[in-house]
């Protein structure tokens, strides 16, 4: 199996979409380093080996995925309120998560794990 790694100089958008109830105490730790602490969170993140694979790690539990510079810049100007710096508090997205829930990764038609672009998702979100 192919290890993919992180593109260099990318900006990536990871947001918290299940709950932190019964979570192994290594996830936790992984997502509070993450700065992920309540569901719909959503954090900006320098594309970096270490959190890349901090973003593998927690994958049944986050969205995540590159984000363009529009978006980020819509985030900021939003009245989305901001909890710590490059970490927002989002709502729930219009219309639902994909059809197969939260419980499922993005390539069987889920929420969960990584995407091609977070654009839609967070316009969704705001």
Known sequence: MAEESAPKGKKYAAILIRG????RHDFKKT???LNLFNQH????????PITFGMLRKVKDFV???PVSDEVI???EKSKIKKIKEKTYRLNPPRGGFER???K???ARGGALGKRPSMDT??????
Do not use: E
């Open 100 to 102: 197969k829930g939260i």
């Open 73 to 75: 810049a819509g985030l």
């Open 41 to 48: 969170n959503c954090v900006i993140v320098n594309s970096n």
């Open 104 to 106: 499922t990764s993005y």
């Open 121 to 126: 998702l967070i316009r969704k979100m705001l």
């Open 31 to 33: 997502l509070q380093h």
């Open 63 to 65: 969205a995540y995925g």
């Open 20 to 23: 932190m109830i019964h979570v």
